[in-house]
């Protein structure tokens, strides 16, 4: 069964950070391309970051680009978003997903519940 549990966010002032975490299981997580998105009220959701395997390469959306971090530590099945100098416009809710054989041409996405951050003074 697979399982993606968010945690970390919550309320901070703009200037703050947070880390957010994104715990797998169900699948092979080594192999499989991670990324983060984040959806604010009113609006679609979008892609924050991703990042694809161990030693693949990451990318980070222009909005975030300079603040946002994303990284994995395959030891502990985990994602991570390291998020500095934020911004009300960053509040969100943050979603974690999963591409597990993301190489082939159909395959299956997973979704986490999401965890929320709020930025404001």
């Known amino acids: 069964q697979v399982q993606l549990v968010e945690s970390g966010g919550g309320s901070v002032q703009p200037g703050g950070s947070l880390r957010l975490s994104c715990v797998a299981s169900?699948?092979?997580?080594?192999?499989?391309?991670m990324g983060w998105y984040r959806q604010a009220p009113g609006k679609e959701r979008e892609l924050v970051a991703s990042?694809?395997?161990?030693?693949?390469?990451?990318s980070v959306a222009d909005s975030v680009k300079g603040r946002f971090a994303i990284s994995r530590d395959n030891s502990k099945n985990t994602v991570y978003l390291q998020m500095d100098n934020l911004k009300p416009e960053d509040t969100a809710v943050y979603y974690c997903?999963?591409?597990?054989?993301?190489?082939?041409?159909?395959?299956?996405?997973?979704w986490g519940q999401g965890t929320q951050v709020t930025v404001s003074s």
């Open positions: 997903k999963a591409d597990p054989k993301f190489w082939e041409t159909v395959h299956n996405s997973y």
């Open positions: 990042i694809i395997t161990t030693d693949g390469p990451t």
């Open positions: 169900g699948f092979s997580f080594r192999s499989a391309a």
